[in-house]
Nanobody
């Protein structure tokens, strides 16, 4: 069983930065593509970004492109989401997720494992 634990959320002013981390249990972390999603109250879960199993490929939602960066450290079984120039509309619960292939990374239905989420609140 794979377990994911997010950390690093909190309250930040608009224009500020946060870095989320997602630690993954097990020895097969490099076998999983990783994604970040978010869900604001009353809204559907939306794709934020993802990274391939090797870390060689990333993609992002248009709303965060140029502001957020995903990286992974396969030696530490951890994926990161660096969030800069935060806006109030970035306020949401952020989830990391893992899937076994590098395909269809923007679809939350394709992910096999999920973390419990971490709250990010951006004040104006």
């Amino acid at each position: 069983q794979v377990q994911l634990v997010e950390s690093g959320g909190g309250l930040v002013q608009a224009g500020g930065s946060l870095r989320l981390s997602c630690g993954v249990s097990g020895r097969t972390f490099s076998s999983y593509a990783m994604g970040w999603f978010r869900q604001a109250p009353g809204k559907e879960r939306e794709f934020v970004g993802s990274i391939s199993r090797s870390g060689g490929s990333t993609d992002y939602a248009d709303s965060v492109k140029g502001r957020f960066t995903i990286s992974r450290d396969n030696a530490k079984n951890t994926v990161y989401l660096q969030m800069n120039s935060l806006k109030p509309e970035d306020t949401a619960v952020y989830y990391c997720a893992a899937k076994r292939t590098d395909y269809s990374r923007s679809y939350y239905q394709m992910y096999d494992y999920w973390g419990q989420g971490t709250q990010v609140t951006v004040s104006s």
